[in-house]
């Protein structure tokens, strides 16, 4: 009686132990598709991102461009039209990320002028860096083109399901001539339905 | 809260965990106390998961086992034991409030987003309005209650609820969407969102001078003649509004707070399944009192304007209730007819005193559940005037409490200027666009 009693006691214990740990955590694949609802997720800014490196990458104009010199680029901005908050500038650092990669662009960060302003500053006017290894103003090289785009989104949803359609699309304009050199999109549909029976 | 201490407010609110049922709504007090208090970033993150709560909802099943469970305990008790949920007027109160959170926090993009968010609320009311009335009116029927009898018992609210055609189409949510949109640039989006402001409050001065405005800066010919013949606003008026170099004002005023739900007794006749009728005690909610509507007057460089009403959520609030009466009652006939059985019951094997306890219990656990987001204002109402350039100060007054606004005018500002007038006393805060 009092080895069943001490059993039954261990193995309660057991069991309230293991049902203390609420969550489980895991490390997944970064490239896997993700389904948690339907809004914008990693999956489409990879898809979108992979996308529209390759074909400017590939594109015929470019490739005239690109063919005696490696032009400079700078993006402007996303404009995010959709109902959703979404961090566009991580799309465009995923996409200039791929170009850079592929040794045909160069480019220049509009973000972060104020901050080489300062350390330009710092080194010519603070007087703690030798004159001779201190870096000059008015030497940086401009940008000749432009990247921007929109990513815009049409939701329907009924009783049974909803539907979301996104909209990514990207160009590139000469700044000097204001030609757009460039132009794509991409388009993403995710459809979700509400399931008859759950929790 | 009337005295503007909104810190003690805060403190006295209860503090629920996500299981609770009133969660959601005590995410939305959170978020409106803290944007009466200027705290932005607190307010987005209350209503942020009022918002997420919501979406939980929208998206669960169709047949939730989990709101089984809660129906059942709502069934012995009252409709207090379910989760709050949030009527549509007061999911288009939080996107706009959402949207003036991060309008003041200098992120254009986010609030449009927000906007477009309250839009689609909108349109999804739109879908459900008629067809959930018409269900509710049914299922009263079967249940063996006349629905005339509920409307003659229950007390007239139709001078609160006005003229509204229905319980959730906010002008204010479109105005406030035309202004940012206009803000950002984007003209045809602005001109399609105050038409829909003017569609709902067709009197308001300033919709219809905007309406105008852009029907000429976007040369929309057709429409022009055709507001021209119906509205009173002269086009000499519009080219004064467009100064060289000065910018303009858009001032919303928020006025009172929205009154509390009460609760109210009524006998009503059900066909119980005996085959007789009995009179049974039901417990609803109602507004009983209406709330005062003061105008505010704005004086700049010797010109006053007037401010103009552009919704009432006093109205809406009461006319949702309205709505919602049949599904209210459907619930209590149930639930009331519920209890009875367990009533009889407890009297056949209990004797009196089961008799006497059952009766107890049903007295004791009807009660009306008069939830709903009580600090919101009662109404609200809009001024824009054009400013010169410098520096200009707008003096604003209620009748009781007069407050300064100095505002720095550049070429083509546009200054938010959000005054809140509890208890009479004027508060205000402002954000600059360029």
Known sequence: ?199 | MLSGNYVVALDKLPDYNERHNSYVLSQLENGRLYYLMGNWEQSQQSLEVAYEEVEKQRRAAKYQLSRGVQNVGAVLSNDSALDYKIPAYEQGMLHTYQALNFAFQGDLSASLVEVRRANLVQEQALRDNQQSIDNAKNTLINEGLDVTKLYSAYPDMSGIVGGIKNNFQNAFTFYLSGVLYEINGDLNDAYIDYKKALEISPDNKYIQRDVLRLAYALHMQDELALFKNELDVSLTEISKSEMSDGGEAIVIVEQNMVASRQSVSLNLPVYTRHSDIRFFSFSLPVYRQNTVSTSLTLTNNGQSHESQDIVQLQSLAAKSLVDELPWLLSRQVVRVVAKEELRRKMAKEGGDLGNIIASIYNVTTEKADTRSWSTLPANVKVIRVPLKHGSQILSLSNGRDVTNVELDVTKNSRHLVNVIDIGGKLQTRQTVYF
């Open chain 1, 1 to 199: 009686m009092k080895k069943l009693l001490l059993i039954s006691t261990i193995a309660s214990a057991v069991i309230i132990a293991g049902c203390s740990q609420r969550t489980v955590v895991q490390y997944g694949d970064e490239k896997a598709v993700e389904t948690t609802d339907i809004n914008f997720g990693s999956t489409d800014l990879q898809k979108v991102a992979a996308n529209m490196a390759n074909s400017l990458i590939n594109s015929p104009v470019v490739g005239t461009m690109t063919q005696n010199k490696r032009p400079i680029l700078f993006v402007e901005r996303i404009k995010n039209k959709t109902s959703e908050h979404i961090d566009t500038e991580s799309v465009t650092d995923s996409l200039s990320t791929k170009l850079l990669q592929s040794g045909k662009f160069r480019f220049v960060d509009m973000t972060r002028v104020d901050a080489v302003k300062k350390q330009i500053d710092f080194q010519q006017e603070s007087g703690m860096v030798d004159a001779t290894k201190a870096i000059q103003f008015g030497k940086q090289v401009g940008a000749e083109y432009m990247l921007y785009g929109n990513l815009s989104s049409i939701v329907k949803s009924n009783q049974d399901k909803s539907d979301v359609y996104y909209k990514f699309t990207l160009r590139l304009m000469d700044l000097e001539s204001g030609l757009v050199e460039w132009a794509d999109e991409t388009e993403i549909r995710k459809t979700s339905e509400k399931k008859t029976i759950g929790w």
